[in-house]
């Protein structure tokens, strides 16, 4: 169906994905995915340099592998032939970039002849979580065009970049294409919490990882691994030598029941310690009382309702990436299915029901630990409403005895005034009779002196 991987370079003026040979789903826009990539590159790639770490599988010749590359990274040595066979060996080399794909072609066609070759596994890698991928977009774009990868792996790139929240372009792709004669393409992007070792803050990150599978007639794979911890970069690596292991037909699945294995491996401590978290503001809600002062140890305040959002916001967010892993579980059963030729038996079938009990375990774990939170979120909002409903009634009680106190006093006051107008209405009364008085005065005063002289003088002729 396909040609080899590296067989031919690609063409002049060939560009993936809009003249490279690969899969479309029908109805898609190339050019508009050519598009969004070019626009996304800043936040998705390097600007220049990076390099891609790779691991081949090859039927044992008898003979020792040269390195491709004088510079081989440490973590290569670190973990290189841990995953041998009787009859298949496992090199890992390093391809540095700028490095085009004909240049690919030279240096690796003497060890991936097709009649050798089994798997082959291109890593590619963040510098670090949330950032960008440590190649550049041509590069990244000749390896996708070397290796036929059909469009919709796409969305599981734009998952990966720069980014600077959990929330941001969070989503859950998962994608299968089949060929005929047992080929298929399959590709996803799978989210899981790990422990950060920073000692601060908070102790689990969310990771990512993206991967992508071309497998031909059930025998040779191509694989793409975007982003990984050291965990799941040895856990892969020995998922290449369990693969030669005699299964079913369905071998070619192994690594990603082992890269599902290692992303659900940390879900009993994740929930354990989101579980700690809602526990101790729940046993502070049972242990509260109505009445309690708000500095009282036990008592509730709205930051406890704040960070129950928070947490609900985490265990949603813990719920998709749970349905994103059951999700990928799925499609490994369909696969499984269509690819065993009906055998449902094997090491393969059982791995993949275990870890589907243990998601769906894992979700009613979740589950559960959702309606605690709402309920204890209630719960405090009720004690909350209760305990304002309580202090607006005490205020309430005060204001109308402050009012009844007002009414008391302006009805004493009401008494002052009519008793001031009464005395002002005497002193009135009492200044118009002054008034008259005086203008009596004034009138009869003159004839009063002349009167009391006339007496002075009669008085005094008396005495005379």
């Known amino acids: 169906m396909y040609d080899s991987v590296f067989e031919k370079p690609p063409g ?18 190339r050019n508009f995915l050519d598009q969004k990539l070019s626009e996304q590159s800043l936040e998705l790639f390097q600007i220049s340099g990076g390099g891609i770490d790779v691991i081949s599988q090859i039927q044992d010749r008898g003979k020792a592998p040269d390195p491709l590359e004088t510079q081989t990274p440490d973590k290569m040595s670190r973990i290189e032939g841990i995953a041998k066979s009787a009859s298949f060996r496992v090199e890992y080399f390093y391809l540095s970039f700028p490095c085009s794909t004909w240049a690919l072609k030279q240096k690796t066609q003497q060890y991936f002849e097709e009649d050798t070759l089994k798997d082959l596994l291109l890593v590619i890698k963040p510098a670090f979580s949330w ?8 590069a990244f774009r000749n390896v996708l065009a070397t290796l036929h990868v059909f469009t919709p792996f796409l969305h599981v790139v734009h998952t990966f970049g720069t980014k600077t929240s959990d929330k941001q372009r969070a989503r859950n792709v998962v994608h299968c294409h089949k060929w005929p004669a047992h080929g298929f393409e399959f590709c996803y992007n799978i989210r899981y919490f790990e422990l950060n ?5 908070n102790p689990w990150s969310l990771r990512q990882t993206g991967m992508y599978q071309n ?6 794979s191509r694989w793409i691994l975007l982003n990984y911890s050291t965990y799941i970069y040895d856990r892969v690596s020995e998922a290449f030598a369990s693969a030669n292991v005699p299964h079913c037909g369905a071998s070619t699945l192994v690594p990603h029941l082992f890269l599902l294995s290692a992303a659900t491996r940390s ?3 994740y929930i354990e310690a989101l579980r700690h978290k809602v526990m101790l503001i729940e046993q502070k809600t049972y242990l509260s009382g109505l009445d309690q002062a708000p500095l009282h140890e036990h008592s509730p305040l709205f930051s406890d309702i704040q ?15 749970i349905n994103g892993q059951k999700e990928i579980s799925v499609r490994c059963g369909d696969l499984h299915t269509s690819l065993a030729l009906g055998h449902s038996d094997c090491d393969i079938a059982d791995t993949i029901r275990m870890l589907q009990a243990d998601l769906q375990h894992y979700h009613e774990e979740m589950t559960s630990l959702s309606r605690t939170t709402a309920k204890a979120e209630q719960l405090i909002s009720s004690i909350l409403a209760i305990r304002a409903s309580n202090k607006l009634q005490t205020a309430t009680d005060i204001t109308q005895m402050n009012i009844s106190d007002l009414h008391l006093q302006s009805r004493y006051m009401s008494v002052d005034a009519q008793n001031l107008l009464q005395v002002t209405e005497r002193g009135h009364r009492d200044a118009i009779i002054m008034k008259i008085l005086a203008q009596m005065a004034v009138v009869f005063l003159p004839a ?3 009167a009391a002289s006339l007496i002075s003088q009669y008085e005094d002729g008396e005495l005379r």
């Open 12 to 29: 002049r003026g060939e560009k993936y994905p809009v003249d490279t040979d690969c899969y479309a789903p029908m109805g898609q826009d």
């Open 131 to 138: 950032s960008q991928i440590c190649v550049t977009e041509l």
């Open 307 to 321: 960070e129950l959002k928070r947490l609900s916001d985490t265990i949603s967010m813990a719920f998709d990436v």
């Open 197 to 201: 070792g920073r000692k601060r803050g």
């Open 215 to 220: 497998c031909v007639l059930r025998k040779q």
């Open 448 to 450: 009063s002196l002349v």
């Open 267 to 269: 879900w009993n401590l």
